[in-house]
Every structure is written in structure tokens, then in C-alpha cells.
């Protein structure tokens, strides 16, 4: 008897169990619920290629003043810059700034004195090095508040040398490896295709006056190179000075505080904080352009004047060429 009732109770269980069985077999309310539907943070999306960098200001970098009268050419070192600006100065004339970020080269030169244009153009930078042989006493006070450092014969004199065999003032050179230094950087433009349109030509003329440049397109070198007063411009032992980009900014000039040279020409000074015309020459291309740059610390910004798209350089050194309006 009392088997018999052990047995029917193992039978009731096993019945159990069996039920449980069935009942795990199906779905439950959880797995039945409908899959939410894809949203921007669920959905898995290939991401988007990089545009131009927001304007900001560029790394510090060195910054050297260059003379290009006939008597300081051949020039040395400035090859090797990753920017160079040309600035009109006094008597038509146009003196250059050659930035550096990355290598240094052992020379550059003739080295010569600083402008007012250096001060507005040079806030582009986060206190870059300016390399200079001196400046009007009228200027010092500005150069003395500017957010740059000032490398002169005065405060660096064994970073300067004088070359016998030229004429002074146009013999004075710099040895950058004895300047202060900065963190080496790649260069910090934004590089980029040639957008499409543009007008193909085989040089660009750029007149001052008393200097004159002219811009040649060179197939088998893919770049721009540069002549001055009707001659190519070279670098002591490293030959024809080329440009990936050359950007010719149309700006405004300004008296500023009013500076003097010695023969009575006020020293013009190039206002590069607002907007104008320009021309960007890359890839054997011109496009018509504007430039804009609203405020000291933001970057100069090109866009193509037809459709606002913004340009990128071509790979390579960038020539920027300020020319007056």
C-alpha cells in the first residue's frame, strides 16, 4: 500500500516536470516585444570624412624676417619654410616673413627689420618666435605688448652672424638651431584636393611699386615657382624657390602710428583683420576667392568667391602675398 502510493506520487512529478517543460517552450512576454525601432544612437553608420578644421590659431612656430632687395639675393634658408608672407614695406618695396614649424634649417637670411604688419598678421599664432634685426623706436612698445617672442642680435647674439663677402645691411644671417626653441609640428594648414572650377594659367603676375613677382606654373614639379623682378628667386645651394599654394590677398593699407624711414616714406601697414579679394593659385589652377578673418586669433580663411566653399591648400609650401588694394 504504501508503494503504491509512493509510486503514484513519483508519477504525479514526472507529470509536473513535464508540464514545466511545455511551458518553458514558450516565448516569453519579453521575447515576444517588438524590436524598438532604429534611432540615430542605435543605428550603426559609417562616420563622416573630416572637414576643414575649425579656424583657430596656429602652434607656435618660428618666424624670420627676410630682406629680398637685389643686394640680399641670393637668399638662404627659405626654401624650407612652410609659409611665407610678403609684405609691402616703404618705397614700394616688399620684405618677406618665412614661418617655420618643422626642421630648421642651419641659416636664414639676410635677416631684417620688423614691420607694424608683423604684429596683427603674426596673432594668427600662439606666441611664435619673431626672428628680426631690429626696429623703429617708435615700435618697440607695441612689439614689447605683442603675444610673440622677440629674437634680435640683442637678445640672441650668437644666433646672428655677419657675411664678409655682402654688402651691410644685407649681410646679416641667423643660425635658428640658437633660437628658442619650439615644438616641432607638421604644418598646421589644411591640405586638401583642388576643389573643381578654376580658371587654368600658366603664370600670375603680382605687381608693387617697386618689385614685381610673377608666379610660374611648372608641370614636372607640380608648383609654382617664384621670380622676382623678372628673374627666378633661388636659395644658396638649393635652387629655384617653389610653391604648392600661392595666395594673392588683396588688403587694405593703413597709416598705423605713423613710422618714418629715413628718406620720409611713412611705413605702410597691411591690415589683415576683416575681408577682401584674393586669388588662390594651386594645381596649375587660379580661383577667384575672398578672404576673411574676423578677429586677431582666428586664421585667415579663403573661400571661393562664386559658391563660399572654403579652399584647401595643396600640399606642400604656401606663399601668401599681400598686395594693396
Known sequence: ?????????????????????????????????????????????????????????????????????????????IKLADLVYVEPVEGGITRMAAVFWGKRPGAVGPTRSARETDIQLLAQFKRPVLTYSGSAPRLNPL????????????????????????????????????????KPVRSPLWFGKAPKGGKRIKHMPVRYRSASYDFRWSGKSDSWVVHLDGRPLTTKGQGPVRAATVVVQRVDIVRGIGIVDTAGDVSPVAKTIGKGKATVLRDGKAYAAKWSRPNPKRETVYRIARNNKRIPYAPGRVWVVLVPK
Do not use: C
Open 1 to 77: 500500500m504504501g508503494i503504491a502510493v509512493l509510486g503514484a506520487g513519483v508519477v504525479v512529478a514526472l507529470i509536473l516536470v513535464l508540464l514545466q517543460i511545455v511551458g518553458d517552450d514558450e516565448p516569453s512576454e519579453q521575447a515576444v516585444r517588438p524590436s524598438p525601432t532604429p534611432t540615430a544612437s542605435t543605428t550603426t553608420t559609417k562616420p563622416k570624412p573630416k572637414g576643414p578644421p575649425k579656424p583657430d590659431q596656429w602652434p607656435p612656430g618660428l618666424v624670420i624676417k627676410v630682406d629680398n632687395s637685389t643686394s640680399a639675393r641670393p637668399h638662404v634658408g
Open 143 to 182: 612689439l614689447n605688448r605683442a603675444p610673440l617672442i622677440q629674437a634680435t642680435p640683442s637678445t640672441r647674439l650668437g644666433a646672428f652672424y655677419r657675411d664678409g663677402g655682402r654688402p651691410s645691411p644685407h649681410n646679416l644671417f641667423v643660425k635658428p638651431k640658437k633660437l628658442p626653441q619650439t
